[in-house]
């Protein structure tokens, strides 16, 4: 079997290669051609564990290839997967169709064959309706209206940083068609998971195309709950991380996504609870819980950059913060919506000098932020710091020279966004220690219990 991929972004890129591990012959397409030339010449644009050694498996298999060409990729390919970006529109939050319609025209002019047009993009309910409107208009205007097709919503839920283990072992497999012989393609494709069992749902394009938005919005409001439970923690003397395990040992509720931290982002959650409120107003069915998730995240990013200020007396005019940790979570360098460019800009205006650093993500981060002195490493970040903020939780800042900080900082302060730290443990080392959701009354100990003397 063959097939195509339009747009070799994340999940283009990512999914093509592991279609190709499951034995399909794949063709990539995009109309960068920087990209593809990059990725010819043995590059990967992104940085994702493992994507390097298996694209290389996959070209050498003869499996995988790369075109800016879509008539050479299509030819005798069954589907067609659509993969290009859906950002939120400017104006007013709505996913910005025009790359996915643009990606329809495109197919239908390379179309002789029966073809499964899929939507792997998230795109807003309907969308499979107007893809099918525009491939058969397009088909009819050039002549070949006989040509058969059908369109599939089949949205990806893989993470940046694991997603390729979350492609070949997925928690399910959603296909939204109309048509059995388009469902039968998609059995065919998901072949290797089928078998071992990978729950397969088969639903309308509709449903498909809604669940996508239900799960990342669910997940959004799972983070935007406990990070209120972590500000009532704070008042209360309670224990987010203990709050959080606590509840997520209900099997109704689970532990995932219940880390306090300073607020989501990345370029799904943002954009796609975004884009549910706006589905929902359009429809006629407000997503009032939603848009709320939407106002106190926002609110969110914000007061973590107010809690920095706070940590250094109020003021930060003329002090020098250091920022371990700039992409939206670790082990990506993706920058988009990432809370880093929210909270970094508000220290500036603020008066801070802000000395930064990421294992991966410098470069990205480079292109939205200014007047940062980037360094090489967090040592060189903590040298004269007034203070030091984790935003971002890479393994390598789990485990600092706590010392070796301390010696070369101005003022032990350290904010630390993503609870790694231990608060006493800090404390005891001489570090005036900010976190989330753990400001107990009783700083004793992390249980809150008073300690024996
Ligand atoms: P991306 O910006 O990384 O990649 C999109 C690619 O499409 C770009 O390389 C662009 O040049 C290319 N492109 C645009 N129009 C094209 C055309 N007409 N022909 C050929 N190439 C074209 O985007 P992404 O992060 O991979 O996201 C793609 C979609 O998948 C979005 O709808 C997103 O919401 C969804 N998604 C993303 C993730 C993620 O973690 N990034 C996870 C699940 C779903």
Redesign the pocket.
């Known amino acids: 079997m063959r097939i195509a991929v ?9 999914s093509g290669t592991c279609f190709a591990e499951f034995g399909i012959d794949v063709c990539c ?4 051609a920087d ?1 593809i030339k990059y990725i010819k010449n043995g590059g990967i ?2 940085y994702e564990p493992g994507l390097d050694d298996l694209v290389a498996k996959q070209i050498k298999a003869g499996r995988l290839s790369f075109t ?1 060409d ?1 008539s050479e990729a299509m030819q005798g390919a069954i589907a067609v997967f659509i ?5 939120p529109r400017p104006e007013d939050g709505h ?1 910005d169709m025009t ?2 319609q ?2 329809a025209r ?1 197919i239908a002019k390379n179309m002789n064959d029966y073809t499964v047009i899929v939507t ?4 807003p309910v309907g969308t499979a309706r107007t893809v099918r409107k525009i491939i058969a208009e397009e088909l009819e205007s050039l002549g070949k209206p006989d040509i058969e097709f059908d369109v599939c919503s089949n ?6 940083g694991a ?1 390729i283990n979350d492609f070949l072992r997925p928690d399910r497999v959603i296909v939204g068609v109309e048509s059995e012989r388009a469902a039968a393609v998609m059995r065919d494709l998901y072949r290797p998971l089928y078998i071992n069992e990978t729950p397969m749902l088969v639903t309308s394009p509709e449903t498909s195309e809604l669940i ?1 938005y239900a799960a990342n919005a669910f997940l959004a409001t799972k983070i935007t709950f406990i990070n209120e439970i972590a500000n009532l923690c704070e008042q209360t003397g309670a224990n987010v991380q203990q709050v959080a395990k606590g509840i997520g040992l209900d099997g109704r509720i689970g532990s995932k996504f219940l880390h306090a931290g300073p607020g989501y982002g ?3 959650f943002p ?2 609870t975004l884009a549910l409120t706006q589905i929902g107003n359009t429809h006629g069915a407000p997503q009032h819980l939603v848009e709320t998730v939407v106002k106190v995240n926002a609110q969110r990013q914000r007061d973590m950059a107010q809690r920095v200020i706070d940590a250094c007396g109020g003021d930060v005019k003329g002090k020098r913060i250091g920022v371990l940790g700039l992409s939206f979570k670790p082990e990506t360098d ?1 920058m ?1 919506e990432a809370p880093s460019l929210q909270i970094i800009p508000i220290l500036q205006e603020n008066g801070a000098k802000i000395a930064a650093y990421d294992p991966v993500a410098m470069d990205e981060a480079k292109k939205h932020l200014d007047n940062v002195e980037w360094c090489k490493d967090s040592y060189a970040v903590a040298k004269d710091a007034d203070a030091l903020v984790i935003i971002t939780e890479w393994n390598e800042f789990r485990a600092l020279a706590t010392a070796r900080l301390a010696e070369t900082m101005k003022t032990k302060t350290l904010i630390d966004l993503r609870n790694i730290y231990n608060p006493d443990i800090m404390r005891e080392r001489g570090f005036h220690y900010i976190s989330v959701g753990r400001q107990t009354i009783n700083p004793d100990t992390e249980t809150g219990l008073k300690k024996a003397s």
């Open positions: 339009v747009g070799t972004g994340y999940v283009g890129l990512v397409v995009d109309k960068d990209k644009p992104i800016t879509l993969a290009v970006g859906t950002p996913a790359y996915v643009e990606a495109e792997k993009s998230t795109v949205p990806e839920f893989l993470r940046e997603a996508k990345g370029s799904c954009k796609d993706d988009r």
